[in-house]
């Protein structure tokens, strides 16, 4: 990074990777190796947090001497630069001299916003409610709900799929239906045997499957995803540390039910309502009803702009880096 400080190493400390994996002794072993070596020849470190969780891990399940050799080799950071209040706690731990909180950024993917999505959002929020008041005489419609990214049990798939399912139980009696696309590759062959299972079940298929498997995508099946979905689903009980798809599903103008585990929702606007605890399918299928009925708001889209766009990102990151 052009803003880096002369004499200076930057290193992403174990268990923060860019997919978000919990801790674990490979990646802190790794990092004791880079650390040792490179710590010498430069005069300040920075670490750039992708994730949290190293100190609960160093302190339930890390050997003493793990946490000795931690604190020996990773201690004492010039700068630890982390994606959220939340994870102060990893930088602290680490007895960090100087913390920075700077949030990801995104390039707007769809800045023509206002003109092209923002009609498409408020005309099916439209049909919807139209559906709904005409009753069981009026044409179907459908909510469709978005599942965007690793397909694992942790990520909260499995409960996005009693949710859909206890939604469409509800909405029985009405011509909506919610949808549910699943976007992303299985991270174990017994999660994706549970999910072909699963989606299989008779509260899973009204007519036709509730549920579909779009597998790995990008590009332009990503954009396209994004643009003719409802809503973001991301129920994770998962550590997670900045999730880039809440950040895509904003720039989209995508409302966005998450969960509420380990502070998630601080990415999001104060008091946001599609905030649901963790594990709790019903609660879930609640907020899915309660989109599926509602008016379009923008705010999401808002915040995105005010708050994650790629230049604020870039400013932020530039003025942590002087500061060192």
């Known amino acids: 990074m052009s803003s880096r400080p002369s004499g200076c190493a930057a290193v992403t400390p174990s268990g923060s990777s860019t997919t978000c994996r ?21 005069a300040r470190t920075v670490f750039h947090w992708h994730a949290g969780g190293l100190s609960e891990w160093l302190e339930t399940q890390a050997r003493p001497w793990e946490r000795w050799l931690s604190q020996h080799l990773l201690g004492r950071p010039h700068l630890s630069i982390v994606l959220r209040p939340f994870h102060r706690r990893d ?20 800045p023509d916003f206002d003109q092209r999505m923002l009609p498409l959002r408020r005309e099916a ?41 206890e939604a ?67 129920p994770t009980w998962l550590p997670e540390g900045f999730p880039l798809t809440l950040l895509e599903a904003m720039a989209y103008g995508l409302p966005v039910l998450c969960s509420d585990y380990r ?23 609640a907020k899915l009803l309660a989109f599926a009925r509602s008016d379009y708001d923008p705010s999401l889209r808002r915040w995105y702009a005010e708050r994650y766009s790629a230049a604020r990102f870039a400013a932020e990151m530039r003025t942590a880096l002087l500061r060192v």
Not at 138 to 152: G, H, K, N, T
């Open 168 to 234: 469409n139980t509800a909405l029985r009696s009405t011509p909506l239906r919610v949808e549910l696309t699943v976007a992303g590759s299985f991270a174990s062959s017994a999660d994706q045997a549970a999910f072909e299972q699963r989606v299989r079940a008779s509260d899973l298929i009204r007519d036709t499957p509730l549920v579909q498997h779009a597998g790995f995508v990008q590009g332009e099946a990503k954009t396209r995803l994004l643009t003719e979905s409802d809503c973001l689903c991301f």
């Open 125 to 165: 929020a439209a049909r919807r409610r139209a559906a709904l008041v005409q009753g069981q005489g009026a044409e179907p419609v459908v909510f469709r709900a978005l599942f965007l990214s690793v397909c694992r049990r942790e990520k909260g798939l499995f409960d996005a799929l009693d949710a859909v399912a």
């Open 22 to 42: 919990p801790p674990a002794r490979t990646p802190l072993w790794r990092d004791w190796i880079v650390l040792a070596l490179c710590r010498p020849f430069f």
């Open 263 to 285: 502070d998630l929702p601080e990415i999001l606007p104060p008091g946001y309502p599609g905030v649901v605890p963790a594990r709790d399918p019903s609660a879930l299928a």
């Open 91 to 110: 930088a602290d731990y680490l007895r960090s001299r100087r913390v920075a909180v700077v949030p990801n950024g995104l390039p707007d993917p769809c």
